[in-house]
C-alpha cells in the first residue's frame, strides 16, 4: 500500500513533454510591455555559440560548410544554386539581425524567429514564405519528448531555417544532399522546403509510436488486480496527448495553405502536389491523437469500472464474514452470561446442541451467500 | 469472484480489431528520414509470391487470367475493353515499380500504394484517379475483424486494384464479371470502380452487424447479478468503434468528391449518380457507428449505476447484520462481566428477562429497517 | 432487494422503439455482394398481399379506389387531375417493377424503396423527385413506437408512395382529400407532397410527448427512496433519444433542399414556402431530442449522487452502531475475564461504575456524532 | 437523514420555468392530423377577452387607446403616423382572423401567431416581416419564470404584437410613446419594432441576473457539511438552464438576419446598426447561459468529490475503531475462557499484564494512524 | 478532518476572478427598461474624479499633460500630429457626452462606452472604429485578477481610450511615447491603436503564467494523502479558466477583423500586419485556455481516481482486520461459554490447542491476504 503516496511527478518515466507548457507561457509572459520590433531571446541563454551550416548545390555538385561567421555565406548568394542555411542557437541577437538584413527580412519575422512560445503559423511576405512549426524529438537516454522551435524562410533560390539548439533531425536530409542522385538535388529551393517539412512531420509518427506502446502497455495492465500503477500513467498519457495536439493543430491548416494556396515562392506545378502529400500525414497524426485520446478516455473509465468491481469484492469479503461470524459470536456470548439460573446450561447436551446450532447457521449463511452469487 | 482478475485483453474473443492502430504508426515512423519518392513497403515481408489477375472484358466476351509476369498483360492494354488488374501482394517493389512504367504513374502514387499505414484519400492526377480506401474483413474462423488497405487507380479503360493479401472481398464481383448479362459488363471502366468500392462499403455492413450483435448481447447481459463480465466487453467494444471510426471517416469526402466533382475519368451522366449512392451509404455506417458508441457509453453509464446498486445492497446486509448484532452482543458481554455484586444475575427471571430485552431489541431494529424500506 | 435483478430488457415496458437498430444492419448487411440494380427487398416477407390505394382529383371530384392490379391504374395516369398512389406492402417484386415502367422510374429507385433499412434522403431525377424518410407510430395496443420507410415519388401531377404496411398515418390525409372544400383539392401533385411530409413530421410530436410524459414521471420518480427503478428507464430513455435522433437528423437537410432550392416538380412560389414551414418544425423536434437528452444526462448524474447519498447514510448509520457499541463491548469483555487477581471485580460498587462509564461513553459518542452532524 | 427523502421536484422553490417543455409538445402534437391552414389555437382557453391596445403616434402627438373591436383601429391605418396594435390573448379566433384581413396577413402567419409552441424563427413576406420572440418574465410573487410567445409582424408604418396574455414587459415603452421627447417618437415602424425586441432581450438579464444569485448562493452552500441540499438545486439550475438556452438560441440568426440582411420594412442606414447593437446583447445571453451550465457541471463534480470526501472521513472513523478495538477484545475475550489450566490467570500480574498489552496496542494503533494522517 | 468543513469560498486565495460574473448581469439587468440611448453609467459610482490624460506627438516632440476639463484639449485637435486622450473614470456623464459631442461619436458609441458589463466587440463607425476590449490585471497585493472594460475610439489622427479606473497597463506605451526613438513616435494613430491593443493581449500572458503555476503546485499535490486541499482549488481554477475564456473568446474575431478587412481608419499596408500578429497571440491564449482546461479536468478525474484508491486502501484494512479477528473472538467466545459439560475446557491442552488453531487461522488469513496482493 506505499506505493499510493507516490506523486504522480515521480512516476513520469518513460517520455515526459518537457514542460512546453512552461516555456511558452513564461516566454510570452516576458515580452509584456515590451515594443514589438525590439529584439530580444526568449528562450534561455545558452552559453555554446551559434553553428551556422550552409549548403549551396545544383544538380551537379554540393557545397556543405559550417561557417564562422555570416559574412561568409554572401558568395553563395543570388547564384543560380540552390542556398540553405540552418542556423542552431537563437542567443546571438547580432547574428539573426545580420541574417535579417542581409536576405531582407520584415522586422517582424526576426521577431518571430527569437519568440521560442509561439504558435506555428504561415505568413506571406511577397519576397518570402515564413513558416513557424514545432519540431518533437525523442531523447534517446532519458525517453523524454522535447519540444523545439523550428523557423523557416523560403525565398526564391534559399532556404533558411532556425532552431533553438542543434538537434538529428535534419541529418538524413543532409545525406541525401550529399549525394547526387537523388530527387532534392535536381529539385529547387521549394523542393527542398517541402524535405525540411517533411522531415518534421515524419518525427511526429517516432513520437506517436512511443504512445501507442505506451498504451499498449496500460492496456496489458489493465487487469484487476495491478490497475493502481496504471492511473498516474493514464493521467500523463492524457496531458502529454493535450499538449501535443496543441503543437500539431495548427500544422493543419498551414500545410494546407501551401498545398493549396499559390504562393510565389512556390512552384504550383513541381512542388504543390508534395505539400499535399504532407498535408495527408498531417491529418493523420492529428486523427491519431484524437484516437488515443479516446482510447484513454476509455481506459480511465475502465479503470474506474474495475476499482468499483475491486470494492465490491472487498466489501463482499467483510460483508460475508461479519455476517456469519456476528451471530455466531452472539450465541456464544449468551451462553457466557452468569446468570444463576440458566437451564440450559445444566444439560449435558446444551454444548453439543449450541454448536449444533451454530454449525446450521453457519451453513445457512454460506448457502444464502452462494445463492446471491456472492462468491 | 476469481474471473475479475483475467485482463481485459484475455477476454477479446469474438471480433477483435487486428491491431491496426499498430500497424499505421510503426509503418509510418518506418518512413522517417527516407527520401520521399524512395520505394520500400512498409507491411510485413510475406513469403507467398503476389497473385496477378486480369480482367479484359466487353459486353460480348471476358478474359479471366491469373498471370505469371506482368509483361502478360501488355496485349490487353489500350484497347475497347476494359482492363481490370488486381494485384494481391505488396512485398515484390520491382513489380509494383513494373505497373508504375507501364501504366505511367506518378512516384507518389507508387509510394502510396507500397505504405499501408496511409488515411484514405483520394487524388486526382489527370489521366487517373488514385484512391485508396480500408477494407474490413471478418475472418470466419477466428472472429477477428482484419484491416486491409486497397488501392484504385481508374483510368479511361483500366482499373488497377493494389491489395497486401488475397481475400474473398472482389469474389461477387467476379462472379458478376463472368456473368454476360451483369451491367458491369455493359458498362466501362469508371462504372466497374464504382462496383469495386461498393463492394467494400457493403463489407462495413457486416462488420457493422458483428457490432450489433454484440452490442444487443450486452443489452441482454446488463442485468444487476452477471454485469461484471460486460465490463470488458464493453470497453474492447468502445475501443474497436474508435479504430473503426477512424477507418471509415475519411471515406465520406473520398465518395462525395467523386460523386459531386467532375473527373476526367469519371462519367458524369452515367456513373456519378452511382457513387453518389454510395454516399448515402457510408454516411449511414458512420451514424450507425456514432450511435452505437452513444448507447456503449450509455450502457457504461448504467453499468456504473448497477454497480452501486449492487454495492448498496452489499453495504445495506452488512449494517443491518452489524446494527442488530452489536447491541445484543453487548448486552450479553455485559452479564457475562465477573462482578461480585451484580444483583440481576440472582434474580430466577434475570435469564428470561434479558433474553426478552434481547428480542425486543431485534424485533425493534428490524421493524426501523423495514420502515426506510432497506429490504 | 428482488428487484435489482431484473434485467434491463425486461424492463421495457411502456414504448420501446422496435428495434430500428437490428433491422438497417441487417437490412444493409443482406445487399453484400449483390449486383448494385438487382431488385430484391431487404425487409421481412409478409404474407398478406399489397394494398394498392388510388386517390385521383381535382378541386370539383374525387376518385378513391383500392386497386386489384397496378393496371387498373393507368387510365388516371396523364391527366390534368392529381394522382396518388400509395403502395402499402413491398414484398412483390413483380409490383414494384411494374410501377417502376409505368411511372419511369430510375433503376436507383426501384432498389431504395425496396431497401427499407435506408438512411433518409432526397434524389432529384428531373422529372421526379425521390425522398426517403422515417415515419415513427405510436402502437395504442403495446405502447411500442414502430419505425417504418416512407418512399415519396413526386412528379409533374402525380405522387407515388411507398409503406412496408399499413397504418393509420394517411387517415387525417385522407378524410382532408374526400372533403371538397380543403386546400389540398384545391392545389396539385406538389401540395400534396407537402401534406403528406407534413404529417409524417406531426407525427414525431406524438412521439415526442410520449417520451415528454416518461421524463416527466421519472423526474417524480427522482426521489431519494424509490430511484432505483429510475435506472433502467433512464438507460431506455436515452437509448431511444439516440435512435430517435438517428432517423430525424437528417431530414433537416432533405427539407431544407425542398425548401430552399428550386425543383423541377414543386412549384416555386406557391408550395415551396409550405416545407420552409415544415422545416421549422423539423429544427423544433431535433433541438427538443436534443432537450430530452441533457436532461436525461442530468437526471442520470443525479441518480447517481443521490445513490452516494444513500450509501452515505448507511454508512453513518453503520459507522454510528459500531462506534458506539465496540468500545462498550470491549469495557464488558475486560470485566469478563477470568483473572484470578482483579480488585474492580470485589468492589461492591464496581458494577455500578462500569455501568456508569459505559453510560457516559454512550452519551459522548452522540452527542460527538450530533456534533458532526451525522444525524 | 429525513430531508434526502425529499423529492427534487418539491424542491423547485425559487423561480422554476412553468413547465416550457410540456407546453411546446402538448400544443404541437395537437396539430397533428389537422389541416395546414386551419386555424386554431394552442394554448389553453382563456375565459378573459383579448385586451386591444392602439398607439398612432408620430413626433408631435400619440393617441393610445384600448379598443373594444378591431374595426376601431382601420381610422389609423394607413397614414403618416405610426400605428402600434398590441393585441394580448389569442383565444378569440375571429379576432386573429379580422386582423389577418385587415393587415392582409398570410395564412401561415395566422396560424404561426395561434401555434404558441412555436420556435423562434423570422419570416419574410415582402410587405412584411414576421417575427417569432420568446417572452421570458419573472413573477414577482411566485418567483417562477414564466415563458409566453410574443410574434411581431413589421409592417411599413404599422407593428402589431401578438401575446397569449397581458403582461408588464411593454410597460416602459408605452411609457416612452407617451412621452414626446424620446427617440421612438422620431422614428418608424421600423425602430419601434427595435424597442420592442430590445425590451424583449433586456428582460433576459432580468432571469440571467436570478440565476447568477442562485449559482451563488449554491456557491456558497458548496461546504462539506451542507452541501447535501445543493443536489436538487443543482439539477434545477441545469435542466432550467437546458431550456433557457432553447428558447434563446435562435433568437441569435434571427436578430443577426435582421442586422445584416436587407428587408423592405426595416430602413438600412437608420434602423439596423440598432438591430446590430441587440445581437451582441443576444450573444451575451448565450454565452452566459453555456457560461452557467458549464459552471453548474463543475459545482455538480464537486459536489460529487466533497461527497466523495465525507464517505472517506465516515469510513476512516469506522475503520479506526474497527481496528482498534477488534484485537483489543479478542484479547479480552480469549482471557474469559473457561479453561481450567489457563497460567496466567493465575498469576498475581497477569490482569495488569494484559491491561498493559492492551494499553500498548491501543497507543500503538493510534499513532499508526496518525502517520498514516488518517486524522 | 476539519479543513474538510471549509467552504470552499473560503480558500480563494492566490488569485480569484473578482466576481466579474456578478458584474455583467447585475449591469445589464440593470438597463431593462431604459430607453437606448440614453445615457447612464452601469459601474459603480467612484468618488475619485476621472483622471484625463493627453498625448500629442510626432516624432520630433511629445506634449503629455494631465487635463483638468476636457476644453483643454481642443487646440491640438485636427492637426499633423497624433493626439491620445486616456479618460480613467466613467462616473461622470457630462464629461464623455462632452468628449461625444467634441469627437462627433456615434450616441450607441457613448451608450456603450459606459455600460461596462458588455462583450467584448468591434464596430465601424466610418470616420472611426470603436473596439471593445477586457483588461485583465493582477493586484500585486491580494494576488486578485480584476477585469475591467477598455473602450478604444480610432480615429483619423486620435485615439481616445476609456477605462473605469486608472491602472499600470499602458505604463509602458507611455514610457515608449516619452522616448523620441521609438516606433510608435515614426507612426500614426492606427499604430497607437496596434500598440494598446497588444499591451492588452500581452496582459493575459501574465494571468495564464499565474494560472500556469497554479497547475503545476496541483499538480505537485495530487499524491494519495495530501490531494484533498486540491479539490476547492481545481474547482477555483477551472470556474476561472471558463470566466477568463469568456473574456478571452470574442477578441479572435476582433482582432482578426481588424487584420483581414478594410477599415478607413486602418493603414493597409503599414499596420495591418502588426494586428495579424496579435490575432496569433490571442488564438494562442485561446488554446492555452482550453489546454488548462482540459488538464484540470484530467486532474479531476485522477483525483477522483486517487480518492477511490484511498477509500480502497482503508476498506482493505478494515476487512482484514475484521476477517482475521471476528473468527478468533468467535472461538474465544465459545470457550467462554458456560456450559456445565464441555470436555475440551478440562484438557491439561485445552489452552495451547485453541491458542494454537487461533494462531494457525491468523498466519492462514494473512497469506490469504499476502496470495490476494490486499498489502
Redesign the interface.
Known amino acids: ?1 506505499k506505493k ?6 515521480e512516476i513520469r518515466s518513460g517520455g515526459a513533454v518537457k514542460r512546453p ?2 516555456k ?3 516566454d ?2 516576458g ?7 525590439t529584439l530580444f531571446h526568449t528562450g534561455g541563454q545558452k552559453t555554446v555559440s551559434p553553428v551556422i551550416t550552409l549548403f549551396s548545390y545544383d544538380a551537379a555538385s554540393v557545397e556543405h560548410r559550417t561557417l564562422k561567421t555570416l559574412e561568409e555565406c554572401r558568395p553563395f548568394m543570388g547564384g543560380e544554386r540552390v542556398l540553405w542555411l540552418n542556423i542552431d542557437g537563437l542567443h546571438k541577437l547580432k547574428l539573426i539581425e545580420a541574417a535579417g538584413v542581409m536576405f531582407n527580412l ?1 522586422p ?1 519575422t526576426l521577431e ?1 524567429i527569437l519568440h521560442t ?3 506555428p ?1 504561415i ?1 506571406d511576405f511577397g519576397s518570402y514564405l515564413f513558416v513557424v512549426v514545432k519540431t518533437l524529438e525523442l531523447d534517446p537516454e532519458s525517453g523524454e519528448v522535447g519540444e523545439e522551435q523550428l523557423s523557416l524562410v523560403i525565398g526564391k533560390g534559399f532556404v533558411l531555417s532556425f532552431r533553438e539548439k542543434p538537434g538529428p533531425l535534419f ?2 536530409v543532409i545525406a ?1 544532399l550529399d549525394n547526387p542522385g ?3 538535388r535536381q529539385r529547387g529551393a521549394d523542393y527542398l522546403s ?2 525540411l517539412t ?2 518534421v512531420v ?2 511526429y ?2 513520437i ?2 512511443q504512445f ?1 506502446s505506451r498504451i ?1 502497455a496500460l ?2 495492465e ?5 490497475a ?1 500503477d496504471a ?2 500513467a ?2 500523463l498519457l ?2 502529454e496527448l ?2 501535443l495536439r ?1 503543437s500539431v ?1 495548427p500544422l493543419r491548416e498551414i500545410i494546407n495553405s501551401i498545398g493549396r494556396s499559390r504562393y510565389q515562392v512556390i512552384d504550383d506545378e513541381e512542388t504543390r ?2 505539400f ?2 504532407i498535408y ?2 498531417i ?2 497524426v492529428i ?2 491523437v484524437e ?1 488515443y485520446r ?2 484513454v478516455i ?22 460475508i ?3 456469519v ?6 450465541i ?11 437451564p ?5 447436551f ?2 453439543y446442541a ?2 449444533g446450532v ?1 454449525g446450521s447457521i453457519f451453513v445457512g449463511m454460506i448457502l444464502f451467500f452462494r445463492t446471491r ?3
Open positions: 500500500m499510493s503516496k507516490k506523486s504522480i511527478r507548457m512552461k511558452s507561457m513564461k510570452m509572459a515580452t509584456v510591455g515590451k515594443a514589438p520590433g520584415h517582424l518571430d512560445g509561439l504558435r503559423k505568413e541529418n538524413p541525401r537523388t530527387n532534392v517541402y524535405v517533411d522531415s515524419d518525427s509518427f517516432t506517436l509510436e501507442e499498449e492496456d496489458e489493465l487487469t484487476d488486480s495491478v493502481r492511473l498516474p493514464m493521467y492524457k496531458k493535450i499538449m496543441k493543430w502536389p508534395f499535399r502529400d495527408d500525414n491529418v493523420l486523427e491519431t484516437t479516446d482510447i476509455g481506459m480511465y473509465d475502465t479503470w474506474l469500472a474495475l476499482a468499483n468491481n475491486r470494492m465490491n469484492d472487498i466489501m463482499k469479503v467483510l460483508t464474514i461479519a455476517t461470524f456476528m451471530p455466531l459470536s452472539f456464544a456470548g449468551v451462553y457466557g452470561m452468569n446468570f444463576h439460573y440458566m440450559e446450561l445444566e444439560s449435558p446444551g454444548y449450541v454448536l451454530m452469487k456472492w462468491f
